[in-house]
């Protein structure tokens, strides 16, 4: 089973920018589809972005053109560059990857977009 280690949250203005890791255990990755989610309370999780193997992305309406998924498999990691973020775009986000049978998912990290 795949570990997933994300990091890079915190607490930013409305129109600026982070990055989010997920850093991934095990000689795999490669072959997984990467994927970041988010979550606020009392709702259920949304995918946000995702990439494949073969680095075919896609993305959610609300973040197209803000946010970029990236991936470098030679560090085991996927990126989450988010731009121009909106208080909407606050939650914990987690990394997630698909293995072909199940989705193996991180702890979270908070990102707090202030008004």
């Known amino acids: 089973q795949v570990q997933l280690v994300e990091s890079g949250g915190g607490l930013v203005q409305t129109g600026g920018s982070l990055r989010l890791s997920c850093a991934a255990s095990?000689?795999?990755?490669?072959?997984?589809?990467m994927g970041w989610y988010r979550q606020v309370p009392g709702k259920q999780r949304e995918r946000v972005a995702s990439?494949?193997?073969?680095?075919?992305?896609n993305y959610a309406d609300s973040v197209k053109g803000r946010f970029t998924i990236s991936r470098d498999n030679a560090e085991n990691t996927v990126y989450l560059q988010m731009n121009s973020l909106k208080p909407e775009d606050t939650a914990v986000y987690y990394c997630?990857?698909?293995?072909?049978?199940?989705?193996?998912w991180g702890q979270g990290t908070q990102v707090t977009v202030s008004s």
């Open positions: 997630s990857a698909y293995d072909g049978l199940s989705n193996n």
């Open positions: 095990g000689s795999r990755f490669s072959i997984y589809t």
């Open positions: 990439i494949t193997s073969a680095d075919n992305t």
